[in-house]
């Protein structure tokens, strides 16, 4: 049997530990590279001989949008995140698949199958994106919604209802992500949790702090209530803070 030559792309050991699981699980797919270095899997790619890419979307040095769009055309993809707001995107760029972590092998191996049933008739892997997303994840081509997102912890990969953020506290190493209900300590920084996070919904108001909107209950001065928790205003921040309160001030 013919394998289909993979390399799997992700800046967490633990993503690429779980790819690199499934893919020997699978007797058509061969892993013949894992990298956390986005700029070595595109010269790979652009060399030829790679079939198939699961491929990050958020990574430091390259995002997975930008990656395919550089690699223009060459190889096939299944995009793994924890995002859901970027599925339109890919669907625009002709990614086989979007699968969202935590990825269930089940549904892992129907995205490899469908690649590896289109190569064997030497036709490019049909792009089936939209059809396979659950209902809690769809993505409505008019006006896309983004209600949760996944982050690592230390024994597991939860789920967070983004209603449910009051606000998020950067440290050195880490941030800790509070809710109406619990503190989620995850291993990330408050720049990628700011660009992950819908716009208008949250707001950076300090280098340390991200709050949701609608969870302010008070501002006085250069401070911020939300319940018991007084956040205050950096200065860096401030005015584009205050012009997204002048917007629903009555």
């Not at 880490?174 to 990628?192: A, C, D």
């Not at 250069?222 to 928790?229: A, D, L, V």
């Amino acid at each position: 049997m013919t394998k289909l030559k993979c390399i799997a792309v992700d800046d967490e050991p633990l993503a690429l530990d779980i790819i690199e699981d499934y893919v020997s699980k699978v007797p058509f797919l061969e892993l013949i590279k894992r990298t956390e270095n986005a700029i070595e899997a595109l010269q790979m790619v652009q060399a030829g001989g790679v079939d198939l890419v699961f491929l990050d979307i958020q990574m430091p040095e390259l995002t997975g949008i930008q990656f395919l769009k550089i690699a223009n055309g060459k190889s096939n993809y299944i995009f793994t995140t924890a995002y859901s707001q970027y599925a339109l995107e890919s669907y625009d760029l002709n990614v086989s698949d979007y699968l969202l972590k935590p990825i269930a092998f089940d549904r892992f191996y129907k995205a490899v199958e469908k690649v590896h049933n289109q190569l064997k008739v030497g036709q490019p892997a049909e792009n089936t994106i939209q059809p396979l997303l659950t209902p809690a994840t769809a993505v409505a081509p008019a006006n896309p919604i983004q209600d949760f997102i996944f982050v690592k912890t230390e024994h597991k990969i939860q789920k967070i209802e983004l209603d449910n953020i009051l606000y998020i506290e950067g440290l050195k190493d880490y941030i800790s992500i509070f809710t109406k209900t619990e503190r989620v300590i995850t291993l990330q920084n408050m720049k990628k949790m700011d660009e992950t996070l819908p716009k208008g919904q949250f707001i950076r108001v300090h280098k340390s702090y991200i709050i949701a909107l609608d969870k302010i209950e008070s501002i006085e001065r250069s401070r911020i209530s939300i319940g018991e928790k007084v956040i205050p205003i950096g200065d860096t921040y401030r005015d584009e803070f205050f012009r997204h309160i002048d917007n629903k001030n009555i």
